[in-house]
T-cell receptor
Framework: GAVVSQHPSWVICKSGTSVKIECRSL??????MFWYRQFPKQSLMLMAT?????????EQGVEKDKFLINHASLTLSTLTVTSAHPEDSSFYIC?????????FGPGTRLTVT | DAKTTQPPSMDCAEGRAANLPCNHS???????VYWYRQIHSQGPQYIIH???NNETNEMASLIITEDRKSSTLILPHATLRDTAVYYC??????????????FGKGTHLIIQP
């Protein structure tokens, strides 16, 4: 149980375009989901907390207008990277909260050319 | 979350026990010790957690010192598939666990054949 999926698993986009990443809790409902980012050879960094039906809470230094988060249902949160640039290339990982525990998705590798 | 300190890397022979240390000298009384691991290019995987008693599950054992200032994760019979980065995190449990996790640099455990 407590499976979290992400789609796509990897994506390549051109600089200036937008890309949407989906995070789904497959067998449970999650009021709260989290988005993390991981650059090569670095640890995971929390970007934002996504709450169903309300605005996301962003960590300091994360641009909310660039990283749009929508948590429209109890099983789906989306992260849209707008006007992507090469420096946004990273591994994006989501997690979903269930009974106080976080269950992680497999991650999405974004490459911006 | 309280800060943790882990060695950056460790080697262990296949079939032997892997003992991963973690220092968390500033842990608060209501904070648990959690261990996650991240296999290359995958999302983190929960391993085990504990408050003050030693814990064991099908994956590992967790030994917490009496003063709770340090702990050791034990993989009893390491296999090549256990090669990963292991993260030790201290955080409140359950009702207080609705915050994103703060990942340190972790320990890169390499299992040698």
């Amino acid at each position: 149980g407590a499976v979290v999926s992400q789609h796509p698993s990897w994506v390549i986009c051109k600089s200036g375009t937008s890309v949407k990443i989906e995070c789904r809790s497959l067998d449970f409902q999650a009021t709260t989901m989290f988005w993390y980012r991981q650059f090569p050879k670095q640890s995971l960094m929390l970007m934002a907390t996504s709450n169903e039906g309300s605005k996301a809470t962003y960590e300091q230094g994360v641009e909310k207008d660039k990283f749009l988060i929508n948590h429209a249902s109890l099983t789906l949160s989306t992260l849209t990277v707008t006007s992507a640039h090469p420096e946004d290339s990273s591994f994006y990982i989501c997690s979903a909260l269930l009974a106080g525990e976080q269950y992680f998705g497999p991650g999405t590798r974004l490459t911006v050319t | 979350d309280a800060k943790t300190t882990q060695p950056p890397s460790m080697d262990c022979a296949e079939g032997r026990a892997a003992n991963l240390p973690c220092n968390h000298s500033t842990i608060s009384g209501n904070e648990y010790v959690y261990w996650y691991r991240q296999i290359h290019s995958q999302g983190p995987q929960y391993i085990i957690h504990g408050l003050k008693n030693n814990e064991t599950n099908e994956m590992a054992s967790l030994i917490i010192t009496e003063d709770r200032k340090s702990s050791t994760l034990i993989l009893p019979h390491a296999t090549l598939r256990d090669t990963a980065v292991y993260y030790c995190i201290v955080r409140p449990h359950s009702g207080g666990g609705a915050d994103g996790l703060t990942f340190g640099k972790g320990t890169h455990l390499i299992i040698q054949p």
